[in-house]
């Protein structure tokens, strides 16, 4: 066995301390080459060390720091708070956001505690991250996604308001909202539901969807389910096979379904469909296949089923005179068509549009004075758009000259609460009020509910004051 001597001994310790100083250079080399900065303190909170990208982000020089204690930097002012005093007081990891007084800058700071063999806390290293540009950049990118938002709602907007279509006529946003609505469901065949009160314009969307999807060279079929007795709408519907009834054709006849295949069925007042074919359209919905009525034989048709209603679906469903079944097959797309009462903004453009309609079909240029736009807008309009075309037709074809002015608009639009004489007793003018707002109530939706409704009150006291002036009998209560 070699012996050792003092050569190999001295030689061992200096290879050990220039390896000791090579990791000293490369560990140095590390913590200066750090993009975050990095704070460094013993287990007593005095500061050892700190690198340059420290200095960097906070504008705290080494010089201003090392060898003093965190606490009394704190206190002098030079801190708000410290990471390092966090993590001594709690022995985990902890994570402040601090603002460095002296540029302002918003740093995030993580300090870290390490342990030695006996559990005590030697070091506290702490990471340093300016986290001041992606504040602005989050802020800023916040700010572009609320303006896109914005934008993009416009630009739908203004799409859906240049839709070629010239039965349309809006400026509400709520029918710009169908519109948008509607012109994206339409490249799908997923049965739609069309609801909103009569003389809203129901079937002018369904052919919006039918038009801007399946085309117009596709077929586009109409049947109202209320019009047409239920003896023949079953036959009208699915068609039938020769000799299937007294009268029948020899030949047969194909239904709308087989005269719509490839195209649109557009199914108004579906509400009054009868139960016994409300099966039967189910079964086509589900199977895509008609049968004849006296035939066997399915035929497969492709048909878009857009359905309308003026009734509350819903209600009848839970009143058992709606197929629940069908109820939710019509209702994959729902679209609800607001009334004229609630987009008044749209009334004088659609007065616009019919007043010229009906000037070029008669030959006529008459012009509308500004206070009728006025007292129009103010109407509310129980029968909506289908009203206003009527009345603006009848003031063309009946006004003597060129000027349409607000006397001669009908009674019921013309129409002004009479305010009370100089000197009458309020209970006087309180009944007076009452009585005209119940009847022009009633005049306008003929159903004592509504009026309740739309006045605020319950049914019982609107037909109690009805009573009370004259307006109805008490057995019509009942």
Same mark, same amino acid.
């Given at each position: 066995m070699k012996v050792p001597n003092a050569y190999d001994s001295c030689y061992r310790d200096e290879n050990l301390y220039a390896n000791f100083n090579e990791l000293i250079t490369e560990l140095e080399a590390i913590i200066d080459s750090s993009y975050d900065g990095i704070f460094i303190t013993d287990g007593? &909170?005095?500061?050892?060390?700190?690198? &340059?990208?420290?200095?960097?982000?906070?504008?705290? $020089?080494? /010089?201003?720091?090392?060898?003093? =204690?965190?606490?009394?930097?704190?206190?002098?002012?030079?801190?708000?708070?410290?990471?390092?005093?966090?993590?001594?007081?709690?022995?985990?990891?902890?994570?402040?956001?601090?603002?460095?007084?002296?540029?302002? $800058?918003?740093?995030?700071?993580?300090? =870290?505690?390490?342990?030695?063999?006996?559990?005590?806390?030697?070091? !506290?290293?702490?990471?340093?991250?300016? !986290?001041?540009?992606?504040?602005?950049?989050?802020?800023?990118?916040? $700010?572009?996604?609320?303006? %896109?938002?914005?934008?993009?709602?416009?630009?739908?907007?203004?799409? /859906?308001?240049?839709?070629?279509?010239?039965?349309?006529?809006? *400026?509400?946003?709520?029918? #710009?909202?169908? !519109?948008?609505?509607?012109?994206?469901? /339409?490249?799908?065949?997923?049965?739609?539901?069309?609801?909103?009160?009569?003389?809203?314009?129901?079937?002018l969307f369904a052919k919006l969807i039918h038009r801007h999807g399946r085309g117009d060279n596709r077929p586009f079929i109409k049947i109202n389910c209320g019009a047409i007795p239920e003896t023949l709408l079953e036959s009208e519907l699915f068609g039938y096979d020769g000799g299937a009834f007294t009268g029948a054709k020899r030949e047969g006849k194909p239904g709308l379904f087989e005269l719509a295949d490839g195209g649109t069925l557009f199914l108004d007042e579906i509400g009054e469909m009868p139960p016994v074919l409300q099966v039967k359209l189910l079964r086509v919905i589900?199977?895509?296949?008609?049968?004849?009525?006296?035939?066997?034989?399915?035929?497969?048709?492709?048909? *878009?089923?857009? /359905?309308?209603?003026?009734?509350?679906?819903a209600h009848m469903v839970q009143q058992g005179t709606f197929r629940e079944d069908l109820y939710y097959r019509l209702m994959v797309v729902p679209l609800h068509i607001p009334p004229l009462r609630e987009r008044k903004e749209d009334i004088p453009l659609l007065v616009k549009h019919f007043l010229d309609k009906f000037n070029k079909k008669f030959g006529f240029n008459k012009v509308i004075l500004p206070d009728v736009i006025d007292r129009l807008t103010e109407y509310s309009w129980p029968?909506?758009?289908?009203?206003?075309? =009527?009345?603006?037709?009848?003031?063309?074809?009946? %006004?003597?000259?060129?000027?349409?002015?607000?006397?001669?608009?009908?009674?019921?639009?013309? #129409?002004r609460i009479p305010l009370p004489k100089t000197g009458t007793k309020l209970k006087e003018a309180v009944a007076a009020t009452e009585k005209y707002l119940l009847t022009e109530t009633f005049r306008q939706y003929g159903n004592w509910n509504k009026v309740a409704d739309v006045l605020g009150i319950d049914r019982t006291t609107a037909c109690r004051k009805a009573v009370k002036y004259g307006l109805i009998s008490k057995k019509q209560i009942f």
């Open positions: 007593k &909170a005095n500061v050892l060390r700190l690198n &340059a990208a420290y200095e960097r982000i906070t504008g705290i $020089k080494a /010089a201003e720091v090392v060898g003093r =204690n965190m606490v009394d930097l704190v206190r002098e002012g030079l801190y708000d708070q410290s990471v390092t005093l966090l993590v001594l007081e709690q022995r985990a990891r902890v994570t402040i956001d601090q603002i460095v007084k002296r540029n302002n $800058k918003h740093i995030l700071v993580t300090g =870290n505690p390490v342990f030695d063999k006996r559990g005590g806390i030697f070091r !506290v290293v702490t990471n340093v991250r300016d !986290v001041t540009d992606l504040n602005r950049l989050q802020n800023q990118l916040t $700010k572009t996604q609320e303006e %896109t938002l914005k934008y993009q709602t416009e630009l739908n907007h203004l799409r /859906a308001l240049h839709i070629k279509d010239p039965d349309i006529i809006f *400026r509400s946003r709520a029918i #710009a909202a169908v !519109v948008e609505l509607a012109t994206k469901v /339409a490249d799908v065949d997923s049965t739609v539901l069309i609801t909103g009160e009569s003389g809203t314009g129901k079937e589900q199977e895509k296949a008609v049968i004849r009525v006296g035939g066997v034989k399915q035929k497969s048709v492709n048909v *878009r089923i857009i /359905a309308a209603t003026n009734r509350d679906l029968g909506n758009v289908r009203q206003l075309e =009527n009345i603006i037709e009848r003031l063309v074809v009946t %006004t003597p000259g060129n000027e349409i002015t607000a006397d001669m608009l009908p009674q019921q639009v013309n #129409a």
